[in-house]
């Protein structure tokens, strides 16, 4: 499932349920919903009540559909970052840390083979002249 699909699903869920808090707040006004349940005395039901309720819940809905949506793009991006131990360059993938070589392997199926940059070889060919 890709990530776009993971945050309209989310997004989806908290628009149903603002949806369904608004059908509560018209079943309120139209059928007394507190009178059926708890057999409390009726309120005379009110339209203008109703249209301000919905109006708040449909307002701080998109609030929170927006800001979930930007949280949503944040969490996907932070979560394609790489992370490397600073210590030792392990790589953390699939919950446990493994070396740069098993990394390609398990995460890629590429194989590895070692080498040596042009900077380090002349780094090390340094070192050996300092110490003889």
């Known amino acids: 499932m890709t990530n776009q699909s993971k945050t309209k699903r989310i997004l ?3 628009g149903l349920g603002f949806l369904f808090l608004i059908l509560l707040s018209w079943l ?6 507190p009178q059926l349940i708890f057999g409390e005395v009726p309120h005379p039901g ?9 109006v708040a819940i449909a307002a701080v ?3 929170v559909l927006f800001f979930t949506k930007r949280l949503m793009q944040r969490l996907f991006y932070l979560e394609d970052f790489l992370r490397v131990c600073a210590w030792c360059r392990k ?9 740069l070589e098993d990394y390609f392997d ?7 083979s070692h080498g040596m940059c042009a900077e380090c070889l ?3 060919a340094d ?3 300092e110490t003889t």
């Open 28 to 33: 309120d006004e139209l059928i007394s919903l």
């Open 46 to 54: 009110s339209i203008h009540e109703a249209i301000i309720e919905t």
């Open 127 to 129: 070192k050996v002249k």
């Open 91 to 99: 790589i953390g993938y699939d919950g446990k840390w493994i070396t």
């Open 122 to 124: 002349t780094r090390g």
């Open 106 to 112: 398990q995460g890629f199926g590429i194989q590895t």
């Open 61 to 63: 809905g998109i609030i």
């Open 12 to 14: 989806l869920y908290e």
